[in-house]
């Protein structure tokens, strides 16, 4: 899409400020810039033509109208933290951003541990909020918990607890489609239901997943459930010291998963998750291309990590994880692990303050200043089998590719319940512009490989949306007709984020990758 001619463009802005306020209505150069992916491979790509940022649903139904009038794609965003996926730039360049940041209020259901939040609560403010209240249940945080946590919960973002799949955890939601249209999904739907945040289905079909990675409408609020706090949290932090560790890690773990011992998602971390928060690439070596097998053992000497490490929690009663630690002991004391510290708590003592207690966190996002200048990294998750000969396998193959384009590699292995999300952080350094040349056909090359073993990602950045969902090719992309049909019904103008997780209208086709 071309940039919006500016006789339009002053148009819009000026209709838009007289729904919301000039204040918050910002189509300037600094303002679309602000807007921009800092983590983007190309920033041409992405180039907002400006923004708008309501308060309420009745702000957002007058701006979708004007939208709609003057044929304006909307690309809604909730915190724009999304960072490594796009963050808070559109998918297609010239559209207004829906910046719904200032919508930050929090209902608390204290009785059944249920939250119903606005788009602009992040992880921090809901944290901040159930301290003031005692803090009797909670929440699962991201890496990054600058974000929403209505928008991470959308785009399917995980986290350290129980609750760490935190779409699994949404009941209920309020979106507003494209005609204006206000709808409320499961019991919200029965007008005054006092269930809409305790049962997630209601009559008829569910709608809460279908606004999941979706542009079938602007979701408004969203129902979470939260953990109660435990009496007592119990663990363990383990370092391996081999690469080929993993598969028996991964076999060790997954029937513990399975039959519930675990309830959180553990995730199994290479030697560069942990040090990349921790030190940069220059101290250790100014040569290009994946580091050394020397330069990493340096690394992991100096900070004491091994190849692969993997934190275990367990939470409840103190009396049950008593049992099923002894339990976690002696299956990963047959691994003979490099190092295993154990780790309690129960209740009335310090917390420790780290995402397996629920605590916000951003340090994480130091790893984009693993190579210094304007770093940052873009992700590569795709879903495999709970199988450590799946996971060791998918390792070699990914490692070979990242030092064959000179990439130091970045990765983790995350358990669902029957699943492993293989995340790994590309990491980048724009001002090195031969590495930026490589970073595309590098994730190219990453995305066909998982096809051809029937993986495919979970999760993708903007640049590669419509090459994933490509990869979901059953019956000759069914799934993508299913989608386009449901848009082409709900909002065929594509006035709704288009090409998110690449669905497009029909009249947008043209505009596919």
Same mark, same amino acid.
């Given at each position: 899409?071309q940039?919006l001619?500016?006789?339009?463009?002053a148009a819009?802005? @000026?209709a838009?400020?007289?729904?919301?306020?000039?204040d918050h209505?910002?189509?300037?150069?600094?303002? @679309?810039?602000?807007? @921009?992916?800092?983590?983007?491979v190309d =920033?041409?790509?992405h180039?907002?033509?400006g923004?708008v940022?309501?308060?309420?649903v009745?702000?957002i139904?007058?701006?979708?109208k004007?939208?709609?009038?003057?044929?304006?794609?909307l !690309?809604?965003?909730s /915190? *724009?933290?999304n960072?490594?996926y796009?963050?808070?730039?559109p998918?297609?360049?010239?559209?207004?951003?829906?910046?719904?940041s200032?919508?930050?209020?929090?209902?608390?259901?204290?009785?059944?541990?249920?939250?119903l939040?606005?788009?602009g609560?992040?992880?921090y403010d809901?944290y901040?909020?159930?301290?003031?209240?005692?803090?009797?249940?909670w929440? #699962?945080?991201? *890496?990054?918990? !600058?974000?929403?946590?209505?928008g991470?919960?959308l785009?399917?973002?995980?986290?350290?607890?129980?609750?760490g799949?935190?779409?699994t955890?949404?009941c209920?939601?309020?979106?507003?489609?494209?005609?204006g249209?206000?709808?409320r999904?499961?019991?919200?739907a029965l007008?005054?239901a006092?269930? !809409?945040?305790l049962?997630k289905?209601?009559?008829?079909p569910s709608?809460?997943?279908?606004?999941v990675?979706?542009?079938?409408?602007?979701?408004t609020?969203?129902g979470?459930?939260?953990?109660?706090?435990?009496e007592? $949290?119990?663990g363990?932090?383990i370092?391996?010291e081999?690469?080929e560790d993993?598969g028996?890690? &991964?076999?060790?773990l997954?029937?513990l998963?399975?039959?519930g $011992?675990?309830?959180?998602s553990?995730?199994i971390g290479?030697?560069?998750?942990?040090?990349?928060t921790?030190?940069?690439r220059?101290?250790w070596?100014?040569?290009?291309g994946?580091?050394?097998?020397?330069?990493?053992?340096?690394?992991?000497?100096?900070?004491?990590?091994? !190849?692969?490490?993997?934190?275990?929690?367990?939470?409840?009663?103190?009396?049950?994880?008593?049992?099923?630690?002894?339990v976690?002991?002696?299956?990963?004391?047959?691994?003979?692990p490099?190092?295993? /510290?154990?780790?309690?708590w129960?209740?009335?003592?310090p917390?420790?303050?780290?995402?397996w207690t629920?605590?916000?966190l951003?340090?994480?996002m130091?790893?984009a200043?693993w190579?210094?200048?304007?770093? *940052?990294?873009?992700g590569? #998750?795709?879903?495999?089998?709970q #199988?450590?000969?799946a996971?060791?396998?998918?390792f070699?193959?990914?490692?070979?590719?990242?030092?064959?384009?000179?990439?130091?590699? @970045?990765? #983790?292995?995350?358990?669902?319940?029957?699943?492993?999300?293989?995340?790994?952080? &590309?990491l980048?350094?724009?001002?090195?512009?031969?590495?930026?040349? /490589?970073?595309d056909?590098?994730?190219?090359?990453?995305?066909?490989d998982?096809k051809?073993q029937g993986? *495919?990602e979970y999760?993708?950045?903007?640049?590669?949306?419509d090459?994933?969902? =490509?990869?979901?090719?059953?019956? /000759?992309g069914?799934?993508?007709?299913l989608?386009?049909?449901v848009k082409?019904?709900?909002?065929?103008q594509?006035?709704i984020?288009?090409?998110?997780s690449?669905?497009?209208?029909?009249?947008?086709?043209?505009?596919?990758?």
């Amino acid at each position: 899409m071309q940039p919006l001619d500016p006789a339009i463009a002053a148009a819009a802005r @000026q209709a838009f400020a007289a729904i919301v306020g000039a204040d918050h209505v910002f189509f300037n150069e600094e303002d @679309q810039l602000s807007y @921009q992916d800092k983590f983007a491979v190309d =920033d041409a790509l992405h180039h907002p033509a400006g923004a708008v940022a309501p308060a309420t649903v009745e702000e957002i139904q007058a701006i979708l109208k004007v939208a709609r009038e003057r044929k304006l794609p909307l !690309w809604p965003i909730s /915190r *724009g933290k999304n960072l490594g996926y796009g963050g808070s730039a559109p998918l297609l360049a010239g559209s207004v951003i829906l910046d719904l940041s200032r919508m930050r209020k929090i209902d608390y259901d204290e009785a059944n541990g249920t939250v119903l939040l606005e788009p602009g609560v992040s992880f921090y403010d809901l944290y901040d909020f159930l301290k003031s209240k005692g803090m009797k249940h909670w929440l #699962s945080v991201p *890496g990054n918990s !600058w974000g929403s946590v209505l928008g991470n919960a959308l785009d399917r973002g995980v986290g350290y607890t129980p609750y760490g799949e935190h779409t699994t955890k949404i009941c209920g939601i309020e979106a507003v489609m494209a005609d204006g249209m206000v709808v409320r999904t499961g019991m919200g739907a029965l007008d005054g239901a006092p269930t !809409w945040q305790l049962y997630k289905f209601g009559f008829g079909p569910s709608w809460d997943q279908m606004f999941v990675q979706s542009n079938f409408g602007i979701v408004t609020k969203m129902g979470l459930w939260l953990m109660p706090a435990p009496e007592s $949290l119990m663990g363990m932090d383990i370092e391996f010291e081999r690469p080929e560790d993993l598969g028996p890690l &991964v076999d060790a773990l997954a029937p513990l998963r399975r039959e519930g $011992l675990l309830q959180q998602s553990p995730t199994i971390g290479n030697w560069l998750r942990a040090a990349a928060t921790l030190t940069t690439r220059g101290e250790w070596t100014d040569k290009p291309g994946a580091l050394s097998d020397e330069v990493i053992a340096a690394i992991r000497k100096k900070f004491n990590v091994g !190849w692969w490490g993997v934190s275990l929690r367990l939470y409840g009663r103190e009396d049950m994880n008593k049992a099923a630690y002894a339990v976690l002991e002696r299956e990963m004391g047959k691994l003979k692990p490099m190092s295993l /510290r154990p780790t309690t708590w129960k209740t009335g003592e310090p917390i420790e303050a780290t995402g397996w207690t629920g605590t916000p966190l951003t340090f994480p996002m130091q790893n984009a200043n693993w190579h210094g200048g304007r770093g *940052g990294h873009i992700g590569f #998750s795709p879903i495999l089998p709970q #199988s450590g000969k799946a996971a060791l396998a998918q390792f070699q193959r990914t490692y070979a590719c990242y030092k064959e384009f000179g990439m130091d590699y @970045q990765a #983790s292995f995350a358990f669902g319940e029957r699943h492993l999300i293989n995340v790994n952080a &590309v990491l980048l350094d724009k001002d090195d512009p031969a590495m930026m040349k /490589r970073v595309d056909p590098f994730l190219k090359r990453l995305i066909a490989d998982a096809k051809a073993q029937g993986y *495919g990602e979970y999760r993708t950045h903007l640049d590669y949306m419509d090459a994933v969902a =490509d990869t979901y090719d059953f019956n /000759r992309g069914a799934l993508a007709k299913l989608n386009r049909t449901v848009k082409d019904a709900l909002d065929p103008q594509g006035i709704i984020a288009p090409g998110k997780s690449g669905i497009w209208p029909t009249s947008m086709m043209g505009a596919k990758a």
